[in-house]
């Protein structure tokens, strides 16, 4: 059962992500937004960086320069999905038990010097959910700031909608 539910918040998080892109190139028509364009790569490269984990590769780091303008970020999300989406295929309840070490966990370490503790791919994989969860909220903000209309993300519109797949922008 556990192996579904995180298929199934993963499919929820790529719909969301490909409505949130939607919405943010339907408001960008080439005005450039420095607080946009961060926490879009700030998203994508933090997801990109757990699969990376998860697949036993050192994680890349991207920053904003990186990349040409949204397009280039927005490629580089739609390939992440497709990859995960084929991780998410090996997925077992055993291999979600095992432990997964992040090598950032170490920057997270208490205030008493205490190593981070261990974490299990599931934890870890509802980490990058909820994380992305966080900065589509912050993106969806920053939207209705500078003019732009933030879509419904949510998850339980995605289950009244009966789980539709992702609709990315062209």
Not at 32 to 42: A, K, Q, R, S, Y
Request: hydrophobic residues 40%; glycine residues 8%.
């Amino acid at each position: 059962m556990i192996v579904d539910t995180m298929n199934d918040l993963c499919r929820h998080m790529e719909w969301a992500d490909s409505r949130l892109w939607s919405a943010a190139l339907e408001w960008d028509a080439g005005v450039p937004d420095d607080d946009l364009m961060g926490t879009l790569v700030h998203l994508h490269n933090t997801q990109q960086a757990f699969l990376d984990v998860w697949s036993g590769r050192a994680p890349q780091i991207w920053k904003p320069e990186d990349f040409a303008g949204p397009p280039a970020v927005l490629d580089r999300a739609r390939v992440y999905h497709a990859d995960l989406r084929g991780f998410l295929g090996t997925l077992t309840s055993d291999l979600l038990a095992e432990e997964v070490s992040v090598p950032w966990s170490s920057y997270f370490s208490g205030d008493d010097g205490h190593p981070a503790g261990p974490t299990t791919l599931q934890e870890t994989l509802l980490q990058a959910i909820a994380h992305s969860t966080h900065h589509r909220g912050q993106l969806n903000r920053r939207l209705r700031e500078v003019g732009g209309e933030p879509p419904l993300l949510d998850y339980i519109v995605w289950l009244w909608l009966r789980r539709p797949p992702p609709e990315w922008p062209s």
